[in-house]
């Protein structure tokens, strides 16, 4: 079974999508994370943000322990882990609520919604995953998946069951073959299980960005993360973002300017529309020497002396300093 995945991925090289969706998913940049740990010895990888689980699931490490605040993410796993879902349940469950969904024009989808917010149920996560607007996920001050629908009545058309289904099959093998740990608790907790062996990813969600019930993050968190993650005594690799147009990230040159840092382009749509694609670089911070990373020191060098692509292009806006409030801020250039 397992030999089957592997082959499959050898030959279409391609990355295993997980079947629930979240904004902040790394998939695009799965490949780029892989490219940089190539090589890097550990007994465990632990991710204490896991999210969807995408970067864990195509590492695809022998051992890991997979956590995140969120508990419909951690149950969907550990669903699937015990084979509470199948990928032929799931067929099941899309083709029969999919029909509804159909024959309500479309308002079944918010009768499932209030289902999933009393009772939680995995299977209406994933349905609601894969209905809402855009693949998004958000959730209010209660913690209710608050989504609209994505308006298309036909939304579980056959092609698209077997799509998810196909997905639900491949991470439910990943599962199987590796000694794998879900667990809804929140980073600090995590950190503390950590063993010098180890080695973290960690994925928070991005500092000064949009956030909700389950992605609040302040200052104060990015500071305790920063403690955690030197405390465990473990090789760490934490992925933020850099800059984009108009900003630049300067927690990388204050909180963590003892870091290596790796830089890459990305892009990203909101809506889909080609006028709403964005450029950011995201930036790959570590403890040790990554295959493609430089020292913090070397990239604010590069940024002041213009020698860096990240200031070729004429900023719109001066980039403010952000006040920080546990330690003395050393991001005291400003990049123009
Ligand atoms: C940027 S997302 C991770 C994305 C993931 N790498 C992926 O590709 O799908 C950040 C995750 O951190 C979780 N989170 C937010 N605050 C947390 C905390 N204090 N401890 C643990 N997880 C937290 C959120 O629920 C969210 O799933």
Known sequence: MQKELKEEKMRTNKTFIPPIKSQGIKSKLVKWIASNIEGVEFDRWVEPFMGTGVVAFNIRPKKALLCDTNPHLINFYNALKNKEITSAIVRNFLTIEGEKLLKSEGSYYYEVRQRFNEEGNPLDFLFLSRSCFNGMMRFNQKGGFNVPFCRKPNRFAPALITKITNQVENISQIIDFGDYEFKTQDFKETLKEVNPNDLIYADPPYIDRHTDYFNSWSEKDEYELKKSLFNSKAKFVLSTWLSNKYRTNDYIFSVWKDCYVATKEHF???????????????????NFKLENSITNNELSERIKNNKSRLTTEKKEKIIPIQPTLFEETVANTVYK
């Open 268 to 286: 990203y749509h909101i809506g889909g529309k080609e006028e709403n694609r964005n450029a950011i670089y995201e930036a790959l911070l570590s």
